[in-house]
């Protein structure tokens, strides 16, 4: 008796498969690898506007106005390319299992590019004489803006780490609901 010829065996089915999905062929949509560079290169040049290009002009406008800043513009470009690589490569292998680990590692990378930013932060902005009065003042230091945004830095840590726990436990899983079948 001849084995099954490849086009009579039944197709591979992933290691999870939702209820309502009936078709035994359904598998989940999600963009070709060249879709998810191109959008990677796209966020990567995004970011490193945003992280590179930015803050050393924003160090130098400071100092030339005799602002004293107490950190190296270096420093920041390095921690912005490494930023910027690490949200493409994020993007980019978002149905993969590394999709959890890449969060991680970019969530580490910008808890201590703030941490950074956090250390060298005495700077307080104040708006006086609003309302009327003249006593009054809103004072709003880059430490507190710092704190916030480190707090949304570790829930999507936390979140990271729960995809990344999720996906060892049941492959595929997050495929469904992220790429549904339409």
């Known amino acids: 008796m ?3 010829s490849a086009s009579d065996r039944p197709p591979k089915v992933p290691a999870y498969r939702p ?3 009936t078709d035994p062929f359904a598998r989940p949509r999600y963009p070709s690898l060249v879709t998810r560079v191109a959008t990677g290169v ?3 040049l995004g970011v490193f506007v945003v992280l590179v290009v930015l803050p050393p002009y924003i160090v130098h406008l400071l100092s030339s ?16 390319v490494l930023l910027a690589i690490l949200a493409a490569a994020y993007y980019a292998l978002r149905p993969t299992i590394a ?10 990378v910008e808890l201590a590019y703030l941490y950074a930013f ?10 006086s004489g609003l309302g009327g009065s003249a006593n009054e003042a809103v004072t709003v230091g880059l430490a507190a803006v710092l704190l916030i945004l480190a707090i949304g830095s570790v829930i999507d840590l936390a979140r990271n780490a729960t995809i990344t726990i999720r ?10 609901r992220t790429y549904p079948v339409r």
């Open 2 to 4: 001849e084995p099954p």
């Open 19 to 21: 209820a309502y999905v």
């Open 42 to 44: 796209l966020i990567f």
């Open 65 to 80: 106005n005799g602002i004293p800043i107490s950190f190296s513009a270096g420093g920041l470009v390095y921690a912005g």
């Open 99 to 108: 999709y959890g680990p890449i969060g991680i590692a970019t969530n580490i």
């Open 118 to 127: 956090y250390l060298a932060s005495p700077y307080r902005f104040s708006l």
């Open 167 to 176: 996906d060892l436990r049941r492959p595929g899983e997050r495929l469904w």
